[in-house]
């Protein structure tokens, strides 16, 4: 089945990292997502990792993924004010015919 | 590069009414899909667009139809509308590399906000 889960709320200090977990129950997913989006605003593709990789890193974004467990990861290091949004682990086969499977996200806040 | 278009953005209808959004999809981008996204949930996957016909669909009563047309854009119609069908609607854009075949990422408009009354 496609069911993707994630925690609904994160409060996280400035400056501190911020983790957000998810998981997922497609094996054959090809393709993981972390989406952002913020008030009154479509989706923005933060990063994305292949099924085949471990980790990702994009300057204060870590992704890990273990397959084994089906848990994805998003590690925002440094975490800013400009960082408070809605996130969402998304996945897909990106094959002819895929579609995106979105979690419920988790609305990250920013304490100062 | 525009991005992926939607219009209107935002839209009020009352109840039994029929709805038409649109979409344009990013320059040299030839895919479009929509997505239903409920207030304080994850959009859900409504139907994907490629030359012209309906390719994929998600849990949607046929009250959801589309269209595309041959420049590439798109519509969602939905008929006999309902409350519940409040929500913000996604259309995403993105290209069937035939190489693999697969499809590339996926670019998201800001979306068309209904409001079902």
């Known amino acids: 089945g496609e069911d993707v889960e994630q925690s609904l709320f994160l409060s996280v200090r400035e400056g501190d990292s911020s983790v957000i977990n998810c998981t997922y129950t497609?094996?054959?997913?090809?393709?993981l997502y972390w989406y952002k989006q913020e008030p009154g605003a479509g989706l923005q593709l933060l990063t994305y990792?292949?099924?085949?990789?471990d980790m990702k890193q994009d300057q204060r974004l870590t992704v890990l993924l273990n397959k084994k467990d089906k848990h994805l990861s998003l590690r925002i290091a440094d975490t800013q004010t400009g960082d408070s949004a809605i996130y969402f682990c998304?996945?897909?086969?990106?094959?002819?015919?895929?579609?995106?499977?979105f979690g419920k996200g988790t609305r990250l806040h920013i304490l100062p | 590069d525009a991005g992926v278009t939607q219009s209107p953005t935002h839209l009020i209808k009352t109840r039994g009414q029929q709805v038409t959004l649109r979409c344009s999809p990013k320059s040299g981008h030839d895919t479009v899909s929509w997505y239903q996204q409920a207030l304080g949930q994850g959009p859900q996957f409504i139907f994907q667009?490629?030359?012209?016909?309906?390719?994929q669909r998600g849990n949607f009563p046929d009250r959801f139809s589309g269209h595309q047309f041959p420049n590439y854009s798109s519509e969602l119609n939905v008929n006999a509308l309902l409350l519940g069908d409040s929500a913000l609607y996604l259309c995403a854009s993105s290209f069937l590399d035939n190489t693999y075949p697969m499809n590339t990422e996926a670019f998201f408009g800001q979306g068309t906000r209904l409001t079902v009354v």
């Open positions: 667009y490629y030359e012209e016909e309906e390719r």
């Open positions: 990792i292949f099924s085949n990789m």
């Open positions: 998304a996945e897909s086969l990106m094959n002819r015919d895929d579609k995106i499977i």
């Open positions: 497609d094996s054959s997913s090809t393709y």
